[in-house]
């Protein structure tokens, strides 16, 4: 299969070049590199200049198209017509050789698929434990694997607001595990749900839909709003096998503020994507997980010593729950 690999980038010429280097190793090597630079500066341009990295094309866009939505679909316009899978990765991010090798992989296994999905290895300590274990309530527990369970996760299943679904897959109240909650299994499993940073998709997706201008700037959630409503169309899976590590650079981030509103905002925007007519039940539920994490943040004002940043999203968090009473996101079809 011809394929297309897709990077967008802002303001990160060093974890962009230490990704590059990973594709160098690749079993397979994309048939076309795209980089689509958002950058206020020529610093990732000049790094290219100087490496050469082979049947690499580099495109520095202008305001009309910096932000991580358009700089997507501003890739995805320039990809080779006689490429058959477009791969997105984000700029921060490190591949095990055979990465590319396993996501053709599963479009071969599952031709039905129209997007595959990666596998972040060093987010989780994971333990293989078998069939027959009985988790504790600091544990988390899914198809013979274990890991220890976030604080946030603990208190909600003392709740009674835990995820109903298996991950990838979000439930009528939202709030659900993301696929970073498959175990490191090798197998591959069905989602309606990928992260834009370790994805795919068939090329064909993209004469139907983009993603969407909604989230603009940062874009938190857009992959989430793309899958999702690509999963109603046909079939997602993740390959535990396609491994990668993603180091979360901080460099381009929004402040803390702004991602706090964006958390709810967008939140709240993908979980009606989805399930735009969700049960009163279902409502109170996303409001009370919601405003539990909001407040699970607060709590780190006192127990992190990133005080100011805790509380500053906290803010946030509670700025955008609020504002939905008087004014709700307008679903983008």
């Known amino acids: 299969m011809k394929f297309t690999l897709i990077v967008c980038t802002y303001m990160r010429p060093k974890p962009l070049d230490d990704l590059l280097l990973s594709v160098q190793k690749q079993t397979v090597y994309p048939d076309e590199i795209l980089i689509i630079d958002g950058s206020l500066n020529l610093e990732t341009q000049k790094m290219l200049e100087q490496r050469q990295y082979p049947k690499l094309y580099y495109f520095l866009v202008d305001d009309a198209h910096r932000g991580l939505t358009k700089q997507r679909n501003y890739g995805i316009d320039r990809v080779s017509k006689s490429s058959e899978i477009v791969c997105f990765l984000d700029d921060d991010t490190l591949l095990e050789p055979n990465y590319f090798e396993e996501i053709l992989k599963t479009y071969i296994l599952h031709p039905e698929a129209l997007g595959v999905g990666g596998y972040i290895n060093n987010e989780a300590h994971w333990t293989f434990v078998g069939d027959d ?3 504790e309530i600091s544990e988390y527990y899914y198809d013979g694997w274990k890991k220890i369970d976030g604080s946030r996760f603990v208190i909600r299943k003392k709740l009674g607001l835990d995820s109903d679904t298996k991950p990838g897959i979000l439930p ?3 709030h659900g595990r993301s696929i970073g909650f498959l175990p490191p299994s090798g197998k591959i499993y069905a989602v309606e749900q990928l992260m834009g940073g370790v994805s795919s998709f068939k090329t064909s997706v993209f004469e139907q839909l983009k993603f969407s201008t909604y989230f603009e700037g940062y874009g938190l959630y857009e992959d989430a709003d793309f899958t999702l409503r690509l999963s109603k169309r046909g079939k997602l899976y993740v390959n535990t096998a396609a491994q990668l590590a993603h180091y979360h650079d901080s460099s381009g981030r929004p402040n803390q503020y702004q991602y706090g509103k964006m958390v709810v905002r967008n939140g709240w925007y993908v979980w009606r994507v989805r399930h735009p007519k969700p049960s009163l039940k279902a409502q109170f ?19 992190t010593v990133k005080r100011k940043a805790a509380f500053t999203e906290f803010l946030g968090r509670m700025s955008g729950w609020f504002v939905l009473f008087f004014s709700k996101p307008k679903i983008q079809s």
């Not at 997980?289 to 127990?303: E, G, Q, V, Y």
């Open 285 to 303: 539920k996303w409001h009370a997980i919601t405003l539990l994490l909001a407040f699970i943040r607060f709590s780190n004002t006192f127990t």
């Open 133 to 135: 274990y009985k988790p």
């Open 172 to 174: 009528e109240f939202s």
